[in-house]
């Protein structure tokens, strides 16, 4: 049970952000499976399971990679550690319109 | 690692050897119910269509009842019309009995009623299994055509129940089988990704403009796909963009180029990756894919399903522990030891892979014990 203490899951070496297998919380340091790899990355928000944060620093305008492909742009500087999601991400191949 | 499989006359292999109740029309399909629940590995479509369809929509229904009789996994099969139908149930039934396959054929109103083609179809079944051939030959991988499908998806599914099926995938297409992934309004928003793996450019334009059609074909419904993807549900799970929610579905299918795409329940070439037009209806879904040859289905969940098929197994992977624990009944894989760091991809994938060898030398998947037929043919046109 010793490598149960993984926190979060990148998938290729390219990936700029990790996705949280377990709540996690503000100043914790988690641990990140990147293939073989683990990674340490000290969490400057919440992340809860399932949502994802940056394993390095994304300016404004860059790309978020996650499985190895674009998954939309940044709508301002994200900072290594921080949480990723709908407030600072955009997708560039459809935008939510309704049902809201 | 050994497979044996039935030949069948068309030279393909099957890893099922059930008989088949085909009702071509949906008035036809009590008695079919009423035959196969007499023996034992006979079964039938729970068939609601074959009737008044415009011309697209009666394709495809004459090509999913064709293709379900044509599968490998079936060795012989019923054919039961009421006779004013109008899906062609003659014409059908030549072209099944072309391929060489065990047919026989009854038209209710011929027969003068439901209780006289039941009689005479408990008859014809009973002597066309008693002439069954159990042989069983040795077989290869090449010879297998896996679909690849996803439903009740949450969290885990893009991050590890469908990697480690794409694994699985990538591991077959490698060792010359064929797989087959579907769910055209699934991979709207990385359709671009996709078109990029296409071995060629008629078969990347050939995507684009099925994804085109899908879209036009909604927003005629009043639907906008792209305007409704990610749901509130996937962002509170943690799903951002569209892009990442179509990138975590396709997952499942691997990493190898897309050799071709083919319409709903057309028949699916052997060797290579194949995406096939479907809905997100998994029902419909893995129909179209069992009707177009595949002989077993590898099925990812987060939320939990229950769903099988009458004729292919359906295997069901899941990545999320509670739900495994909730609805073991019906989950064949729990691979939720990728997320908590005990396995890795690969580790999972190869536990998987033996599993599917299983599978198709025989095991049961709990889909098949607890007879879970689920049947639906895609129709995307109004009824007359």
Known sequence: MRCSKV??????????????IKNLSKGQTVIVILGEEKIHIELLEDVPFGHKFALMDIPKGEQVIKYGETIGIATENIKKGQYVHVHNVVGQRGVRRHRS | MRLRGFLRPDGRIGFRNHFLIVPTVICATRAAEEIASNFANVVHLHNQHGCNHMKDDERKVVNVLKG????????????????????????IFESVRASGKPVE????????????????GVRLLQQMMEKIDINQVEADLSTVTVAIECGGSDTTSGIAANPVVGYV????????????????TEIIGAE???????????????LLELV???????LAGGEDIRGVNPTPGNIRGGLTTLEEKSLGAIYKAGTRPIKGVLEYAEPIPSGGLYFMDSPGHDVESVTGMV????????????RGTPTGCSIAPVIKVTANASTYRRMSDNIDVDVSDVLEGRSTIQQAGERLFMKLIEILNGKLTKSEMLKHHEFGIYLTQPTL
């Open chain 1, 7 to 20: 926190d979060a899951i990148a998938f290729t070496k390219n990936d700029n952000v990790a996705t949280a």
């Open chain 2, 212 to 218: 085109d059609r899908c879209e036009k074909s909604a």
């Open chain 2, 291 to 302: 009707a177009g040859g595949a002989q077993v289905v590898i099925f990812t969940t987060g």
């Open chain 2, 105 to 120: 054929c009854l038209i209710i109103q011929e027969e003068g009623g439901t209780l006289r083609t039941v009689e005479k």
């Open chain 2, 68 to 91: 379900m009789a044509l599968n490998p996994n079936v060795v012989g099969v019923l054919f039961i019309g009421l006779g004013c139908e109008t899906v062609p149930t003659q014409k």
């Open chain 2, 169 to 184: 995938a990538d591991k077959l297409v490698d060792a010359g089988a064929t797989v087959v992934f579907s769910e055209t």
């Open chain 2, 192 to 206: 671009h990704l996709l078109a990029k793996r296409a071995v060629n450019d008629d078969v990347a334009k050939k």
